[in-house]
């Protein structure tokens, strides 16, 4: 306690002896040292704050009234149109072809990067040699911007020089080029969604087993340890011990992957704009084409808070985990 | 006896050779999966035209010599050098801004003791989280406003967006780590609370002003929505913007300089991100891990 008082009386010209808490005699209020404190703390904090309030909550709040409004980028005076934007969106059977799509890809390749990164979480753990290395290598995906790797999926999934027809031919999987089997990666409905859930599988398995592994070695050894004397088996262990002391940094790690694969346009975009026919359309490129490309500014801003609902479970899911371990 | 001394340490060699037979094994589909993009697009990037379209040789290796002929025409007939000069300028201001704005921040909410400074941090942190995809819009109306559209400078204003509340609450962790009592001592010595942040406290916490610059240029590289949305004259683009739109005419794809253009820019990324992952994580997995 004698550190709380010293630090708060330390300002110039202040008596420093540890006495002096809140008032002291003849002083106004603001000239306490604890008063001058916290102006001297909300000072520090005025430009951060302002930043982010002008620019992400003011925005955010604009784009609700926006939302309700018949805003286009040709017309710079917009009127009030109350619901319409999202009464038009519900009733287009684009918008609902899209929300599938966005769940299928954000549930499908969530569960792929979770089975595949908590494999891969195990296999890391354990001591061997080479392991930095191999690490290293293996978060590639994850740390290339974003931009980058999708350019490269994209030239691996091409129609004719697919390098992975290519060897799935000389395996003899597949015919050769111009045959039936030859899969169009990028341009069959079917195949196109599974190409953008597996680029974005690709990018998201390292962060998974990054998370998972910074988890398992902030469990203490001796607690497993504790737990094999006792008999548990390793499925126990893992799902008695390790899953619950490790679920406040999983769920933070799900969360944040939830939020950037929902909201991600970048690999959809690059790689098939939403085709064929609509059968990769999400969430984001429908806002950005309709928004941006299509200059209905009401419009998009509409279809892309219909992804609030979407992300606030993993939100609400983030801030009672960081808020429960403040505690 | 002597069999058995000997027998010992043999089979504990046999095992520990069988368990890292059996980790490689497992390992591999992950290495290839991680590594074989990268080796291709690499590959691609110096391969000449004709060795690239053949489809009756192993595509994995060069069948004509190798060729820089990608990176030249990078260089001189698109706009890559101005790409380079606006990612990094862009980048450059972007730090600039986070350091301005989340070094007190940070500084504030960890250790001044201000009421709700938690949920303030906490608050601040979860901006981070509000996607582009949904501000992207009305930023629009705020970069026309300012009269930025087009221009690199609109990706300056916004950018900060998430780099302030992701460093201001890396330097949270880092400011709760340096001792009360090094601060203590400098105002003993006469520095003000000022000072000491200045003349003790910053100096100390340099690897965590070091790590929010690093961060705020791997996450200014990392976007594509904002520079898309905001920016479409060619010698304003960044650079994944740039090779991702302007090295396409039509339905032809440069793939030779596609290539060169991403990974000239993705790698030297790629290997810094790796460097600081461990902090990225810790980061935002609340600071809870050491």
């Not at chain 1, 609700?64 to 934007?85: I, W």
């Not at chain 2, 330097?171 to 000022?194: N, R, S, W, Y």
Request: a positive charge; hydrophobic letters at 55%; proline letters at 6%.
């Amino acid at each position: 306690m004698a550190r709380v008082s010293a630090g708060g009386g330390a300002s110039p010209g202040t008596s420093l002896s540890v006495a002096v808490r809140g008032h002291a005699r003849g002083q106004s209020w603001y000239q306490t040292p604890t008063a001058r404190r916290y102006l001297f703390g909300y000072t520090l904090l005025a430009p951060a704050m302002l930043y982010v309030g002008l620019l992400v909550g003011l925005p955010f709040l604009f784009s609700l009234y926006l939302a309700m409004s018949d805003a286009s980028v040709g017309s710079p005076v917009a009127s009030f149109v109350g619901l319409e934007n999202f009464r038009a969106a519900l009733e287009s059977s684009t918008f609902y072809v899209a929300l599938r799509n966005t769940l299928v890809f954000t549930i499908g390749a969530g569960i792929l990067k979770g089975l595949l990164g908590t494999t891969l979480a195990f296999l890391l753990i354990q001591p061997f040699k080479g392991r930095k290395v191999v690490r290293a290598l293996i978060v590639i995906p994850f740390t290339l911007p974003i931009a980058v790797s999708v350019l490269g999926w994209k030239w691996m999934f091409d129609s004719q020089f697919s390098v992975l027809n290519w060897a799935l031919s000389r395996l003899h999987l597949i015919g050769g080029y111009g045959s039936p089997d030859w899969p169009i990666w990028l341009g069959q409905p079917g195949l196109a969604l599974l190409s953008v859930m597996f680029v974005n599988v690709w990018r998201g398995f390292p962060f998974g087993a990054i998370v998972l592994m910074a988890g398992m070695t902030s469990v203490p050894p001796e607690i497993i340890e504790a737990a094999k004397v006792d008999g548990a088996s390793f499925m126990q262990r893992f799902s008695k011990v390790i899953v619950p002391m490790i679920a406040p940094i999983l769920f933070i790690g799900s969360a944040f992957d939830t939020v950037f694969t929902l909201s991600d346009l970048s690999i959809v975009y690059l790689l098939t704009n939403g085709g064929p026919d609509g059968a990769t359309e999400i969430l984001p490129t429908l806002a950005y084409n309709t928004g941006i490309k299509a200059g209905a500014l009401g419009r998009g801003a509409a279809i892309s808070l219909f992804l609030f609902p979407l992300l606030l479970p993993a939100i609400v899911l983030l801030l009672r985990t960081l808020r429960r371990r403040q505690l | 006896m002597a069999v058995v001394a000997l027998a010992v340490p043999r089979t504990h060699r046999q095992k520990e050779i069988r368990r890292h037979a059996l980790i490689y094994l497992g390992l591999t589909p992950f290495l290839l999966l991680a590594v074989f993009p990268l080796f291709w697009m690499a590959v691609t990037a110096i391969k000449q035209e004709a060795d690239l379209y053949r489809m009756d040789v192993v595509p994995f290796w060069f069948h004509l010599p190798p060729t820089w002929k990608n990176f030249d025409f990078l260089f001189h007939r698109t706009f890559y050098g101005d790409w380079i000069l606006n990612t990094m300028s862009i980048s450059f201001f972007v730090s600039a801004i986070t350091l301005v704005t989340a070094v007190p921040a940070g500084y504030a909410l960890a250790r001044l003791r201000l009421p709700f400074a938690e949920n303030m941090g906490i608050g601040i942190f979860m901006t981070y989280l509000v996607p582009a995809i949904i501000l992207f819009i009305p930023l629009a109306r705020v970069v026309s406003t300012l009269g930025l559209q087009d221009e690199w400078w609109s990706l300056v204003v916004v950018y900060p967006t998430f780099t302030i509340p992701f460093c201001t609450w890396l330097l949270m962790g880092f400011f709760k780590t340096v001792p009360f009592e090094i601060e203590e001592a400098a105002m003993l010595d006469g520095c003000g609370q000022m000072g000491a942040l200045l003349r003790v406290v910053l100096p100390v916490s340099i690897p965590g002003v070091i790590t929010s610059v690093i961060f705020s240029f791997t996450l200014s590289m990392q976007d594509f929505l904002y520079a898309l949305a905001f920016v479409s004259i060619s010698d304003q683009k960044p650079v994944p913007l740039g090779v991702a739109t302007e090295l396409i005419r039509g339905d032809v794809y440069f793939w030779g300089s596609l290539m060169a253009g991403a990974l000239l820019v993705g790698v030297p990324v790629a290997i810094v991100y790796n460097l600081f992952l461990d902090r990225f994580i810790s980061g935002i997995t609340g600071a809870a891990i050491k």
